[in-house]
């Protein structure tokens, strides 16, 4: 049944309101006051909010504030008086669907609820669509930590762009499946994605393998071979571990960043390339450019736009999600009906600091689920490598083992973050511990309110639903 929010503190306007859409087949909660229409949404989920802009507590646009940071895309419908429209306009532009004024007819709001109704759908239905898609053109990129985020915020700023990206990060992070997602979101989808590992290939062949060559460039070029700058053309090219190539391969690359244009190997004809280039490295590049291992007017050409892929330490809320995502992944490898992780196990992981980030725990899930003979991965069959776990579970000791260095300038400053990221540890494994207990007992063990607890959790993007 669809439902109804009706927040204004004219009771005989509300009852009369409610009366029209329950005929109409709508279940209606009322409200009369702000601070009781944001905690009756909170409860009752209805997929439409009427609201009105005057209220004894806080106003309309405070109304939509808190509903939009608790569900951004239900539409909410204003009443206002005639001399009220202009801050009905402004309230539109905050994020309310519509308004209407008073005196109205009841027809002119059921239209308007029904429209903002259709609109939800296909909102809730792109979105769907596009989560699918995504899973499906790029598993493995999952997260809703705020670092995850502000990554998946970067690859959609840029998806309209052609710039040269440079990834950081530590094996593991997922720089190859970043690098993938921005060229399938850009506007050279339909273009070859072509991806090398300048360490992986020796120098010789490297120069052979990017540029191409001629016949009898050398002893066994028995023909003619592209290099893969001309196969990219009108794509991307992903230039992994860049930082290891030779200083003369760095120089020859920059000419042709700069040209737009190679020269296969033994040819003297050079070729006009369109190519984007995404480079990724897991050394400090600024070092190696200091340090003159990197050449400085290649960086530039190359670090256009950053990103700075986290280690998973630094994201572990993510881990009970792609512990979810890569169990069925392998469930499906290999015939096995795993439904879920012990809290025993999954408590273990949480604390575990991961030195081979994703790709580390991907192994981990993937042997758990070969091995497990029960339907559960349950901690006896989790290997970990013992140096890197922060605590025994054997002494069930729950600590939060900090460890920082804060520098002196500034000193203050540099503790709230240590203060939040500290808080954020406690809340994560205490709901990993404790996945199906209710906040009030959360809370309770936690040594604080059920309401500051419900607060914090919402600051860090922290939900239960993948610890239980």
Known sequence: MKKILIIDDEKKLANVLMMNFQRRGFKVLTANTGKDGVKAFKEFKPICVITDLKLPDFDGFEVIKKIKEIDFDVPIILITAYGSVEKAVNAVKLGAYDFVTKPFEFKSLFKLVNESMDMLSVVTSEKNYLDHEVAKVFPGIIGKSKKMKEIFNLIADISGSIANLFITGRSGTGKDLVARTVHYVSKRKSGPFIVINCAAVPEELLEAELFGYEKGAFTGANQVKPGLFEIANGGTIFLDEISEMSSRLQAKLLTAIQNKEIR?????????????????????????????????????????????????????????????????????????????????????????????????????IEKSVVIEKTNTITERSINLNAMFETYSLENEADIIDIKCNIPLENGFSHLLTIYEETEKEIIIKTLSKFPNENNEKLAEYLGTNRRILELRMRKYGLTKKYFS
């Open 264 to 364: 296969r190997v033994g040819s003297i004809k050079n070729i006009k390339i369109d190519v984007r280039f995404i480079s990724s490295s897991n050394r400090n590049i600024e070092k190696e450019v200091m340090e003159k291992r990197f050449r400085e007017d290649l960086y530039y050409r190359l670090n256009v736009i950053r990103m700075d892929l986290p280690p998973l330490r630094e994201r572990k809320e993510d881990i009970p999600m792609l512990i979810s995502y890569f169990i069925k992944k392998f469930n499906k490898k290999n015939g096995k009906q795993i439904k879920g992780i012990s809290n025993e196990g999954l408590l273990r992981l949480i604390n575990y600091e991961f030195p081979g980030n994703v790709r580390e725990l991907e192994n981990i």
